[in-house]
């Protein structure tokens, strides 16, 4: 379902992504989509600020930033997007049982997405992470108790007989496990040392690798990950 | 996309439903979609218990159930369940744009969804609901004042010129925003009192009046909420 039309818009590009500027968060599962697919659009919130996504919001495209518009279709939700995207540039399968299968995953992600970030905000994301540090420790106990080592395990398991996740082709689940453990990396790099899996190490060098994601992820467009975003790296929530 | 095969079926099904037993959960977003596309299925943990669900897991179909069999097709994720099902049966829109925006709601709802969850189970789904009371009733507090008029007036929002969310059909997001609303109205039976609004009313009511969903809420198969799932009627954790 390529659209021949994305490759002659130039600077003026179909797409456009709003998302908040300073940290990589959900935004960057879209960015690797499209880096990829290799489509032009336009990151409004890295270009222009804060004031068009709150515009945008007032429209009810959806609850929460990542937001997409293509022509008439507005959307939000990271995955709903990644699945768009996807599907109309070869990042997902045809076969339709095959295509339910990656937006499976990559809501399984997601779902993993939600339990890191709510490691640091446990009770409130209207409070700081300092206002509920004691939840949060406690939350943190249980994840590298049980939690992390279980959806590694999960992951990983999808992988042993193949390079990518679903039907071993290259799909945006697969670009999305790629930022999840680049993630994890980030935010518990000693827990990440003792847990994570050949299978998941194999597949980011895999991930790293593929072209034109290689030239986005040495580009000075990928952002760094920090501590205002899903992954944090707050030492006393890694492992000992 | 309906598929004449489901008719000729019978008694054996050719979708299969793995949810567990005792709880409408997850599974009965998907419930709500097979009853009113009227299509066959077994309903695996009703009729065998907890065991063949346990099975399951092993072969990695999913992190958690709900699981959906059809074939070589196994998936797990209730957003992913829905829109497979939505799509061959008529509940989805056939423009792609549109599809998405049906997928990205049912993705919003599953957001409220976890959201109601946590506030029972703020820390840790490996402890009881007693052990984590404290945090719980923070949430509570958090999610009364803010977030569940938030929730209210964004879906709200989508239905003050329609009767159902895109493009004014039917689609297996309003399945589940019914099922949402239900579970609001048995968790916080106060704080739904004082702030549903409208719309939201009358989408109860459009929802409850569609046939042949109303042969199955009206029957002995809808199960009621209680205290295992994620809407549970815990007096505290009402408005005062």
């Known amino acids: 379902m390529l659209d021949p039309f994305i490759f002659v818009v130039g600077k003026h590009s179909m797409y456009q992504l709003y998302y908040w500027p300073g940290l990589p968060g959900c935004g960057e599962f879209i960015r690797l989509v499209l880096e990829h697919a290799k489509v032009a659009y336009e990151d409004i919130g890295l270009r222009q600020g804060f004031e068009p996504i709150v515009a945008m919001k007032q429209t009810i495209a959806g609850f929460a930033p990542p937001y997409f518009v293509h022509g008439e279709t507005t959307l939000a939700q990271m995955p709903a997007i990644c699945m768009y995207l996807g599907q109309r540039h070869g990042l997902c399968p045809a076969d339709h049982g095959d295509s339910t299968r990656v937006l499976q995953l990559l809501l399984t992600i997601s779902d993993t997405l939600s339990e890191i970030h709510d490691l640091h905000h446990p009770l409130s ?29 999960f992951y990983s398991k999808l992988l042993i007989e193949q390079n990518w996740l679903v039907r071993n082709n290259l799909s945006v689940a697969d670009l999305a496990l790629f930022q999840l453990v680049s993630g994890i990396e980030y935010a518990f790099p000693t827990a990440f040392i003792k847990l994570i899996s050949p299978e998941l190490l194999q597949h980011q060098a895999h991930t790293r690798r593929l072209q034109p994601l290689k030239n986005y992820l040495n580009s000075s467009r990928r952002q760094p990950f920090n501590e205002t975003g899903i992954f944090r790296h707050y030492k006393e929530l890694d492992l000992a």
Not at 125 to 143: G, N, P, R, S, V
Request: net charge neutral; aromatic share 10%; proline share 0%.
């Open 125 to 153: 994301i209207a409070k700081t992470y300092e206002q509920q540090k004691d939840a949060a420790l406690q939350c943190a106990q249980e994840f590298h108790q049980n939690r992390l080592q279980q959806w590694i395990t």
